[in-house]
């Protein structure tokens, strides 16, 4: 999978590697050179092996004073002699988690993604996110409601919830927005504005949750948006408080089978 601007740019690239237990997505800055050694490596996303549940983790600090995780991938790193360009970090910044559909019927997906670096203060008056590290790299290069799903499933409501440590912390939250059931049309929609053409159950909308007491005007701010325009084609939305890597990185978590789901 590769990113491209509205203009034709290229933007990040990853690679899918299957393992036993999980599935690992290598993420870089350059479509031709995608692995963990690389200079353009990135960070990388990682399921386990239901598809419900994901790690990201970034290359690089994403702000001053993170901690980098403990991995098999991460102590190799540090047995080795690497080039201060090349970055051999671990450091986890998400986590995102698909809902298990206990009753066995299709319909949308229900996820949420706790940003471990962002603070969910970030998206009121005043609010400020970590600045990521600067990259040590030299070579590097309308329709008014749009379907996202055409089955009709259970309820929509218990979405993903409990007292993640994340939103204890102070963590940014973000879930998917419920869509609605069209009944001339007879399939799930969201209002993408345009942007999604086709449906499809990966097309999703991020807003913030919450963390305590009723959700504000800031709340019901679209932060990320992703959805299907053609075949093998999608588009990306994404704003602040959240950044490329990260928009990225969630993206790609719609793509894993996800087993337990659906």
Not at 23 to 41: F, H, P, R, V, W
Not at 99 to 126: D, F
Not at 155 to 169: A, H, R, T, V
């Amino acid at each position: 999978m590769a990113a491209l601007l509205d203009v034709g740019k290229f933007l990040l690239a990853a690679r899918k590697c299957r393992r036993p237990t999980c599935t690992d997505y290598i993420i870089s800055l350059q479509a031709e050179d995608i692995s963990k050694g690389s200079n353009a490596y990135v960070g990388r996303l990682r399921s386990n092996f239901l598809g419900t549940k994901f790690s990201v983790f970034d290359g690089q600090p994403p702000h001053a004073g993170a901690k980098m995780g403990k991995s098999k991938s991460s102590r190799l790193a540090n047995l080795k002699q690497v080039s201060p360009r090349v970055p051999s970090g671990n450091y986890p910044m998400a986590h995102i988690s698909y809902e298990l559909n206990t009753l066995g019927s299709r319909g949308p997906r229900r996820m949420q993604c706790s940003m471990n670096t962002i603070p969910a203060t970030s998206i009121g008056p005043g609010g400020l996110a970590p600045t990521q590290a600067e990259f040590s790299l030299n070579n590097v290069n309308p329709s008014p409601s749009n379907p996202i799903f055409h089955s009709k499933s259970a309820s929509l409501e218990n979405f993903l919830s409990g007292p993640l440590s994340y939103q204890k912390n102070g963590g940014l939250v973000m879930t998917n927005k419920a869509p609605r059931w069209h009944e001339q049309l007879q399939c799930w929609c969201l209002n993408f504005h345009g942007r999604v053409t086709v449906a499809s159950v990966k097309n999703f909308q991020l807003v913030a949750s919450p963390e305590d007491g009723p959700a504000g005007p800031e709340h019901n701010k679209i932060i990320l948006q992703f959805g299907k325009v053609g075949k093998d084609l999608f588009t990306m939305d994404y704003q602040y408080p959240i950044s490329a890597f990260q928009a990225f990185a969630i993206c790609l978590s719609s793509f894993d089978t996800k087993i337990a789901c659906e």
